[in-house]
Nanobody, 124 residues
Framework: QVQLVESGGGLVQAGGSLRLSCAASGRTFGSYAIAWFRQAPGKEREFVVAISGSGAGTYYADSVKGRFTISRDNAKNTVYLQMNSLKPEDTAVYFC?????????????????WGQGTQVTVSS
C-alpha cells in the first residue's frame, strides 16, 4: 500500500515556473514507478510524465517535453515535477500515481495508487 500526497500547485503567469512534489508513505518507495497525470475541467485525465523506481528511466508526453522535468529522491520518498515555460493550457489538477513494474504506461487505469491532486492555474 502506498499513500501519495501532492503539493506545490498554485497560480502562475504564463512563462513562469512551478515545482510540484509527490510525497509517499512506505519503506519500499524505490520499488515503485511514479507518474504525473493532469485533468482539466471537462476533459479526461491526461498522462504527463513517469519515472522508474530507480530514477534512471523517464517517459514524457510530447506536450511537456523540454519544459517539464521529473526527478525523485528515494531517501525522502518524494518525486518532483519541475514545470517551466508554463502555458495556459497546462492549467489542470495534477495527480501523482504509483505502481510496481514498468513506468512507460500512459493510461490512468494502469496505475494503482493515486494522490488527491494539486491545482495548477496558469494565467495568460
Amino acid at each position: 500500500q502506498v499513500q501519495l500526497v501532492e503539493s506545490g500547485g498554485g497560480l502562475v503567469q504564463a512563462g513562469g515556473s512551478l515545482r510540484l512534489s509527490c510525497a509517499a508513505s512506505g519503506r519500499t518507495f524505490g520499488s515503485y514507478a511514479i507518474a504525473w497525470f493532469r485533468q482539466a475541467p471537462g476533459k479526461e485525465r491526461e498522462f504527463v510524465v513517469a519515472i522508474s523506481g530507480s530514477g534512471a528511466g523517464t517517459y514524457y508526453a510530447d506536450s511537456v517535453k523540454g519544459r517539464f522535468t521529473i526527478s525523485r529522491d528515494n531517501a525522502k520518498n518524494t518525486v518532483y515535477l519541475q514545470m517551466n515555460s508554463l502555458k495556459p493550457e497546462d492549467t489542470a489538477v495534477y495527480f501523482c500515481a504509483a505502481d510496481l513494474g514498468i513506468w512507460t504506461r500512459s493510461t490512468p487505469g494502469s496505475w494503482k495508487f493515486w494522490g488527491q491532486g494539486t491545482q495548477v492555474t496558469v494565467s495568460s
